[in-house]
């Protein structure tokens, strides 16, 4: 994922673990970026108030640790995401101010 005004990477996908994706980011260099990712498949996602855990950098579903994504923390200023897995289908959200 890049941004779309300085074209630095803020982020990886882990192409196949996920169902939906919406995040919205504070990029460092000032512009607001969202990405919405959604399938015509796509299952609305059970609530999950657990928080997601981090392994090797990506952030994982805590129950079952499958991995889904990566936020370069350094690259954004804030940033809010809600992801719902799609083996699981719980959905995380996350918000880093
Ligand atoms: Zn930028
Ligand atoms: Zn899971």
Excluded: A
Excluded at 7 to 34: A, F, M, P, V
Excluded at 40 to 45: F, M, R
């Amino acid at each position: 994922m890049y941004c779309d005004k300085c074209n630095e990477s803020i982020g990886y996908l882990c192409y196949s673990t996920y169902d939906r994706l919406e995040l919205k980011y504070k990029c460092n260099c000032g512009s607001q970026g969202s990405v919405i990712i959604d399938f015509e498949d796509s299952k609305i996602g059970k609530k999950c108030n657990n928080e997601l855990i981090i392994i090797k950098n990506r952030f994982c579903c805590s129950k079952d640790n499958e991995s889904l994504i990566t936020v370069l923390d350094k690259k954004v200023n804030s940033y809010e995401m809600k992801i719902t897995y799609r083996s699981c289908n719980q959905t995380y959200r996350r918000e880093v101010k």
